[in-house]
């Protein structure tokens, strides 16, 4: 059972009793009782309509943003908010990340009852000839903002008392709520006793793991995996570039637990990725004679941790494998969830098998030697998991993508770690790509891997393609009525800011259209699309009709 909120936040507008409510929801748990208008006015020493009519109302949001980041500092408490907050991004994050949002509603009617009897009319968006109509097109504006909440009470005939009595209740029942809400990357942060600093956990039938992303957790390393229960030799498998910036720190680590580590290195690139290389490496352990029970850690990115991964997966039947991702796109993708491959000259991944590792262990500090284009192209996939499973998390990439594209260390581990999350989350519920549900995660690969395939794998890296596929994906989605337009123009904006592509040149459409085909056929059925609905709300497709993917094919390739 998850740990209930120690905060509770009640929206609302004027007149639905949030102050009120707060002061016995308060009274009740023997909480603190915050007001962010009162905590305002104690700021600057001027009422809020004085500090409306001095500065308007933009000041007045900035104030009430940081006044709420205070609150979000303070527990246990119940925080009465302004009408407006939830309009500022920001001010989501902090509350979404930090407590239980409860949404007090009522019918215009109501609320101007309310704050007639109160004598509160002086409320300077209330002002005006026609409070109710004021009202009604306020609640009608916000009702978006408002629907985000954890939950809704209906406060209409309702006394302040019995309100209070239903956010306790929901408050009680928080844990499932949340839960539900956000069940995906929840399910994977839910603590386990084994684990108890892990990240997250990768609940699969075949072994759970932790995850741990953390700035320079590198150093770690040994101390993690003899936690595990795991000693005697380690054979760390890394490329020529990893290994230089990253392998001293490794080994070093490992030493120092009392690991005797061993290491070996293959060329970077895609290249390595072959059974050629996995024999040299199979000969490697059994030249060391390489026993059950000592594991195999694989340093690097993707390719490394496929490689390595399928290593263990085949030398004696299964070596312990401990991943430690060093390309973002590693981080946030192949070293979770089990897949591990080689490539034949036919087809990339085409000898594999899942195995899932130990641990997997993201030091964000070795991101820093990435290149900026590995960086960049990395980011895509987490905005990816963001766009089908958490509008939080995309907004927090939207207010902070100057930050995390220079990892600043706090904003860029806890962007790394939700994305890790929600793709643990999803892993979870269908560990071997059975159930379907791991479908979503294919959200802009159908054009993706195809971009990437018919540019013979040298013209995009894999997150510039699937960056350019979720345009196309979004512009489907837009032309069949089921991606609003809004949303459409939001993602765009959100790649552009992070230096991703949005539009492919070069490629010609009738080779991006036989790469389709190719992979349709591959996969014996008709190509499945994933599209949104909104975002968290991925829909999976068959019926595209092809004029419609070719009509969008041309708007996003101009080759
Ligand atoms: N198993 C899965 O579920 C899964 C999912 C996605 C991708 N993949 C695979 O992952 C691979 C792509 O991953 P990738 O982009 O990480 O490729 P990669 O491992 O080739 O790394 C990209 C480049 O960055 C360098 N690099 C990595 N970390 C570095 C660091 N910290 N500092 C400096 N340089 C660093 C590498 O040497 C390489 O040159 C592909 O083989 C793909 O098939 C697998
Ligand atoms: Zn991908």
Not at 148 to 162: F, Q
Request: aromatic share 6%; glycine share 10%.
């Amino acid at each position: 059972m998850a740990r209930r909120p120690q905060r509770i936040f009640l929206v609302g507008l004027s007149g639905s009793g949030k102050s009120t409510v707060a002061r016995l929801v308060a009274a009740r748990l023997g909480w603190q009782a915050l007001d962010t208008d009162v905590l305002v006015e104690e700021a600057v020493g001027l009422p809020v309509p004085e500090i409306f009519a001095r500065w308007g109302e933009g000041r007045f949001r900035d104030l009430e943003a940081e006044a709420l980041l205070r609150a979000c500092q303070t527990s246990p408490a119940v925080v009465s908010t302004g009408g407006g907050i939830l309009l500022r991004a920001v001010n989501r994050v902090a509350m979404f990340d930090s407590g239980l949002v409860v949404h007090l509603d009522a019918q215009p009617k109501t609320l101007v009852e309310r704050l007639r009897r109160e004598g509160i009319d002086y409320r300077p968006l209330l002002q005006g000839p026609d409070p109710l109509a004021r009202l009604a097109l306020l609640k009608a504006q916000r009702q978006g903002y408002y629907r985000l909440a954890d939950c809704t009470i209906e406060t209409d005939g309702l006394s302040p008392e019995e309100v209070a009595e239903a956010v306790l209740r929901a408050w009680e029942e928080a844990a499932d709520v949340l839960a539900d809400r956000r069940r995906v990357w929840r399910a994977a942060q839910e603590p386990v006793p084994e684990w108890p600093d892990a990240t997250c956990v990768v609940r699969v039938a075949s072994g759970s793991y932790p995850v741990y992303v953390e700035w320079a957790c590198l150093d770690r390393l040994g101390e993690l995996m003899a936690g595990l229960g795991l000693g005697g030799r380690a054979f760390v498998v890394s490329d020529g570039t990893v290994f230089a910036h990253h392998g001293e720190r490794a080994l070093t680590s490992l030493r120092q637990a009392g690991f005797d580590a061993l290491h070996r290195t293959v060329p970077a690139g895609e290249a390595s990725k072959t059974l050629d290389t996995a024999a040299a490496l199979y000969t490697w352990l059994a030249e060391n004679r390489a026993e059950r029970g000592e594991a195999v850690v694989a340093l690097g990115g993707g390719m490394v941790t496929d490689l390595a991964g399928f290593v263990a997966a085949t030398y004696a039947r299964g070596l312990p494998l401990i991943h430690v991702p060093t390309s973002l796109l590693a981080m946030v993708d192949a070293a979770i969830g089990g897949k591990v491959a080689v490539n034949l000259p036919q087809a990339k991944n085409m000898v594999g098998t899942f195995y899932q590792p130990k641990a997997v262990v993201c030091d964000v500090s070795t991101l820093r030697t990435l290149p900026r284009r590995e960086l960049v192209s990395g980011w895509a996939e987490a905005i990816k998991h963001a766009l089908i499973a958490d509008g939080l998390l995309l907004e927090r990439f939207e207010t902070q993508a100057e930050a995390a594209l220079a990892l600043e260390p706090t904003v860029a581990t806890a962007l790394i770690a939700r994305s890790v999350a929600i793709k643990a989350g999803v892993v979870g519920e269908d560990e071997r790509e059975e159930t379907g549900r791991r479908t979503i995660l294919n959200y802009g690969h159908t054009v993706g891997h195809a971009l990437e395939s018919a540019g013979g794998y040298t013209s995009f890296l894999h997150g510039e393609a699937v960056a350019v596929g979720m345009m196309a994906a979004a512009e489907i989605g837009q032309r069949m009525g089921v991606t609003p337009p809004e949303l459409v123009q939001r993602q765009r904006r959100l790649l552009e800011r992070f230096g991703l592509p949005t539009r492919a040149s070069g490629v010609p459409v009738e080779a991006v259209r036989r790469a389709m085909a190719l992979d349709k056929k591959v996969r014996a059925g008709s190509l499945r699309w994933v599209l949104l609905e909104d975002v968290g709300r991925p829909v999976i497709r068959s019926d595209v009709p092809p004029a419609v993917v070719d009509a969008v094919l041309a708007s996003v390739l101009d080759g």
